[in-house]
């Protein structure tokens, strides 16, 4: 069956509005760039920091992938480990620290020490960052080991929602019940766009993408196979490839019709497509 579809903005690769179903239940497709800047523009400042989502915004870039998890006191903040010791002058687990002891540590240095002041990004201040920059966020909900995937949503989809609009907001993870729970936060997927990430496509990933009424899939571009593209964008979703850093490599995934890339420095691939990439 299909069914009209809703009159035009004007279409490019990536905003692609579907003939199915699905596009009944979303409405149109997700207004993204061709490329997003994976944990803020982290080839060029400390990554998940507002300094990477400044650095983002000044090399035009309009979407940022960004992780976010709870510190043991419940404060939502923006950080891709369970611990702090890769990014910041710190050791220990993010659930064992409040925020003031969070506060305190230096996650700049170890990218640059021009980063000395940076410090850990609560989802709040990233929030309003983003919103004072009219920028996009694509948000993973990261659930590490002994995390609570329902109290990461409660929390944070609220938030989320109150500070930007729909179509600049597109909430993803791998952990299934982090997803459920989002969508019990609102259950409109016009109002609350979910992304269903995996490593490469498995069996019933339908039967998720309908339960979640997922918007879309994000994959890993190295195991992407071209029959993915054609299956992701038949099911009406739009499909995301994480991390890519080559353009070269990367560009049978664009003929393929990939539709967005997350990707360390997006301004690669803006000069070697120039498509109006970021
Ligand atoms: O959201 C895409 C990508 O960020 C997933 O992997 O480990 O970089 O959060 P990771
Ligand atoms: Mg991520």
Partial sequence: MSVPVPDATPRSRATVQYETPRAAIHGPALELPRAIAHRGLSARAPENTLAAVRAAHAAGCRWVELDVQLLGDGTPVIWHDAGVRRCSNG??????????????????????????????????????????????????????????????????????LAALPPSRLLVSSFDRNALRSARRQEADPHRLRLGLLYDRLPRGWQADAEALLASSVHLDWRKLKPGTVAAVHEAGLQLLCYTANDPATFLPCWEWGVDAVISDDPTLFASTENLGIV
């Avoid at 540590?105 to 170890?110: A, H, I, R, T």
């Fill in 91 to 160: 050791r220990g687990k993010l659930r064992r620290l409040d925020i003031e002891r969070a506060r305190q540590l230096d996650v700049g240095s170890w990218f640059n020490p021009d980063f000395h002041d940076e410090r850990m990004a609560t989802l709040d201040d990233m929030l309003a960052l983003l919103a004072a920059c009219d920028m996009g966020l694509n948000l993973e909900l990261k659930i590490s080991y002994k995390h609570d995937p329902a109290a990461l949503a409660e929390t944070v989809i609220p938030r989320a």
